[in-house]
């Protein structure tokens, strides 16, 4: 897809890689529509690159579907959706705590997997009516966001593990299922990238952390997944695959 001129929505867009993705994006001329509960945040970023900043909770249906008819009104409906937003918790099951509180859990799975969906979803609504962009019949592209925790879970990840295992799980199915409307879907699998949360560690934590990863033996870098994520855009035999951007890196059990 030729990514100029065409409405692009980022949640999660106010930091790390969502930042990084809807700076790349209005650098080719997309018009960006930035999601985040971080309204401060968000506003910041979409001033930077002229797209708008719009305030969500991205696991509310009705706050969802107000944040897409927002974007649609300023810009379009949209061809591109990149899904970034995500916690990442660190919990055991069984603590020196105690247990872990299902709300904890819930709390995961709602915004990195429910909010991933609820997305998708009023994105496919949109696209299923716009008119297609190539003889293909290509009418819009998803990009998702896993993890490597959805392959190797380290210990105290069994929340994040799981939300992000099940990002990766509805990759394909909903991929062929929105084949007949002409909307790919694909998922980018990061490792250890510099984030906000992991750039909030120490050095000497950091250093340890980038020399875990094969090749490059350092943290990833925002704009290396806006690469990709701008690349499945680009590349309309990309479809229903989860991607791992991580250096060759398998996580140890901790």
Do not use: W
Request: negative net charge; proline residues 4%; aromatic residues 4%.
């Amino acid at each position: 897809m030729d990514i100029k001129d065409h409405a692009a929505i980022i949640t999660g867009g106010a930091s790390g890689l969502g930042a990084a993705t809807a700076r790349a994006l209005a650098a080719r001329g997309a018009r960006v529509a930035i999601v985040d509960h971080n309204e401060q945040g968000a506003a910041a970023v979409a001033s930077e690159i002229g797209g708008i900043a719009l305030a969500c909770d991205v696991s509310s249906a009705s706050e969802a579907e107000v944040a897409m008819q927002k974007a649609a009104e300023a810009h379009g409906p949209a061809r591109i959706l990149v899904n970034c937003a995500g916690v990442a918790p660190a919990k055991k099951v069984l603590g020196k705590s105690g247990v872990m509180a299902l709300d904890d859990f819930r709390r995961t799975v709602e915004i990195n997997l429910v909010g991933t969906f609820n997305f998708l979803r009023l994105f496919a609504e949109q696209a299923a009516d716009l008119e297609p962009l190539s003889q293909s019949g290509e009418r819009g592209v998803i990009v998702n966001t896993a993890s490597v925790a959805a392959y190797e879970g380290q210990i105290g990840q069994t929340a994040y593990a799981a939300s992000k295992g099940g990002v990766m799980a509805l990759t394909l199915p909903a991929a062929r299922e929105f084949a007949q409307i002409g909307v790919r879907v694909c998922t980018i699998a990061p490792g250890i990238f510099e984030t906000p949360m992991l750039l909030g560690l120490p050095e000497a934590a950091q250093k340890s952390l980038g020399a875990s990863v094969p090749f490059p033996s350092r943290l990833g870098k925002p704009e290396e997944y806006a690469a990709l994520a701008l690349a499945i855009i680009d590349n309309e035999m990309l479809n229903g695959e989860t991607i791992r951007l991580d250096g060759a890196l398998r996580m140890a059990p901790k």
